[in-house]
């Protein structure tokens, strides 16, 4: 089945006028990132309580080393894989409007991705509770925690969507408008289960456009939702796709 998959999904990506894609953790786990949800995923080690903003907010001194050995010292070090280069080469050659991720990582742009929309925000910036300014991570010394403002000595948080904080109202405007114009969704290492991010391929679908998805385990996508589903590794899939599209 797969190859003729493959032809028949690489023939659409072809012929479409506006595709993009939408990706989650199935992507960075090849890079080394683990997934947070699952069996021997983060939220299976740490505690995700930690990860709320009012916890974190009363308690910075006990959540920050957390945050520091979690999102900068384990997902910092992690370098792109092949699926998050051939979504950028697909991009390169026009034939890619843009990404919505829910990864937090950065390993889009780091592939060289121009167009990404950072559903759930991103590990690359943070954001002082007090004064609101935000700095790029790198820019922030984590020897002494929990890191202070530069600006006002405020408490720094990361810049991603901790639970119970919803997602930016910008982001998901521009996601579902970008979502609208597009007859083509390339699904890539979700299953679409978090909430409101998970709509995204039924905005495509519902308006008459096409799904291709890459995922190693079945989805709620997959055999509903999906007109193509190419079963696999995204690091392998994705590069084989994309070799097929481009010629
Ligand atoms: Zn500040």
Request: aromatic share 10%.
């Amino acid at each position: 089945m797969s190859n003729h998959a493959l032809e028949n999904a690489a023939k659409v990506l072809r012929e479409s006028r506006c595709t993009i894609a939408f990706t989650g953790a199935g992507i960075s786990v090849e890079s080394g990132i683990p997934p947070f949800r699952g069996p021997g995923g983060v939220w299976s080690k740490y505690d995700p309580a930690m990860f709320e903003k009012h916890y974190f907010k009363r308690h910075p001194d006990e959540v920050w080393p957390l945050l520091k050995k979690i999102f900068y010292d384990m997902i910092g070090k992690a370098e792109p894989n092949p699926a998050h280069y051939a979504l950028s080469e697909l991009e390169d050659h026009g034939k890619l409007a843009g990404i919505i991720t829910q990864n937090i990582d950065g390993l889009h742009q780091q592939a060289g991705s121009q167009q990404v929309y950072e559903y759930h925000g991103s590990t690359r910036r943070m954001q002082c509770m007090d004064c609101r300014l935000y700095f790029d991570s790198p820019t922030i010394s984590l020897d002494r925690l929990p890191p202070p403002c530069p600006a006002c000595g405020g408490l720094l948080k990361p810049d991603f969507v901790f639970f119970g904080e919803g997602v930016s109202s910008d982001v998901h405007y521009e996601a579902t408008a970008l979502a609208k114009q597009a007859d083509v969704c390339l699904i890539v290492g979700t299953g679409g289960e978090v909430m409101p991010a998970g709509r995204i391929p039924y905005i495509v679908k519902n308006r008459g456009g096409t799904l291709i998805e890459i995922n190693l385990y079945d989805t709620g996508y997959s055999y509903s939702t999906s007109d193509y589903y190419l079963q696999g590794k995204a690091g392998t899939r994705l590069p084989e796709l994309v070799r097929e599209v481009l010629g």
